[in-house]
């Protein structure tokens, strides 16, 4: 158990307790980047996989340079765990860039006819253009690219599931790739493309922490479940008191209230002392798996108008 009464004094957690660079250090950047650009030149769309609590923060900044003006579309996964009408918001807003976005459940499977459907619309200018150019008709190919964690295999799966037949490796592609037909016109590559997330922006990196998208056992847990209780105290306090059964004023120390919900919980070590460890993991588990209900972490204002 830790105290961290002593880190809250300080205005903000250091950069490298929330994104510590152990997992992308500039030389896995270089290779993940290498892979996909290698994938790239046998796609002709790309789409790109969000978190649908977080869109901003689970965005990689230099996706737009990586993918060089290929076609692409936004898909928001983990919809189920979003809170709806602000995903409706960052669809209208992806549209309004000119980006198709869709909401999707990769592992109940919402979204997907549309997710396909979008992508052949996506595809079909370039498909055609080619055959009006004389070349045979084929299927257009698409990739998956998106941070880790973000439902990368799970909508391959997903997607694999519904179109049951797999081609088979193709001809003449130097190293065999392994394509999944979807829909009438469309190929999938069986390998999606790994980002690797934001580093610099503190803000994300918290969210992103939250999510599980950077390693538990690389972050300060206490310390990133009590910034993630401030936030929902601010954001949806409504649902800390319901699930765990919290009346009055929330304290506003995150310490205080990561306590008063272990001892709501009855995680106590003798001497009736907080086990902060154990709230800790409950509080994360209740988040990620929608006890908390839906929730939302990053609105569509004009601040992010870069990233589309
Ligand atoms: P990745 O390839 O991008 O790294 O992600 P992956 O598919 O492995 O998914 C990461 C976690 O997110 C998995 O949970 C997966 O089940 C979950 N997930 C993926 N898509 C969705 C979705 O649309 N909604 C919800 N609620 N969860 C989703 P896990 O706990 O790591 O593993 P598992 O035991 O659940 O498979």
């Known amino acids: 158990m830790k105290d961290y009464r002593a880190s809250r004094e ?17 030389g896995h950047m270089k290779k993940a980047r290498d892979i996909i650009t290698d994938n790239l030149k046998l796609v002709d769309v790309v789409i790109e996989l969000l978190d649908a609590r977080i869109p901003y923060s689970s965005a990689n900044p230099m996706l737009k340079e990586i993918i060089a003006g290929k076609p692409r579309l936004v898909a928001l996964n983990k919809a189920d765990l979003a809170d709806s009408q602000i995903t409706r918001q960052w669809i209208s807003y992806f549209r309004q860039q000119g980006t198709p976005a869709v909401a999707v ?34 299927a257009a190919r698409v990739m998956i690219l998106g941070i880790p964690n973000v439902g990368k295999s799970s909508l391959i799966n997903r997607l694999a599931g519904a179109n049951k037949t797999k081609t088979a490796d193709r001809p003449g592609v130097t190293r065999a790739k392994q394509w999944i037909r979807l829909g009438g016109s469309l190929e999938l590559l069986d390998t999606p493309g790994i980002l690797w997330p934001k580093f610099e922006d503190m803000t994300a990196g918290l969210k992103l922490a939250f999510t599980g998208a950077i390693n538990d056992e690389v972050v300060d847990r206490e ?61 994360l588990t209740d988040f990620r798996s929608g006890k908390l209900g839906t929730v939302s972490l990053d609105m569509p204002p004009e601040t992010v108008q870069s990233m589309a």
Not at 240 to 264: D, F, Q, W
Request: with cysteine; glycine share 8%; charged share 25%.
């Open 105 to 138: 459940d990769a592992t109940q499977g919402q979204g997907i006819k549309q997710l396909v459907s979008l992508t052949e619309n996506l595809a079909r200018p370039m498909t055609e253009k080619l055959v009006a150019r004389g070349a045979k008709a084929r």
């Open 223 to 283: 310390l990133i479940t009590g910034v993630f209780l401030q936030t929902m105290a601010a954001m949806y306090p409504e649902r800390l008191r319901e699930r765990y059964k919290l009346t009055g004023e929330l304290p506003a120390e995150p310490h205080e209230l990561l306590e008063l919900i272990g001892r709501k919980r009855g995680c106590l070590v003798r001497g009736g002392i907080i086990d902060t460890e154990k709230a800790q993991r409950i509080v």
């Open 10 to 26: 300080q205005a903000e957690p250091a950069l490298e307790q929330v994104l510590p660079n152990v997992q992308w250090f500039p």
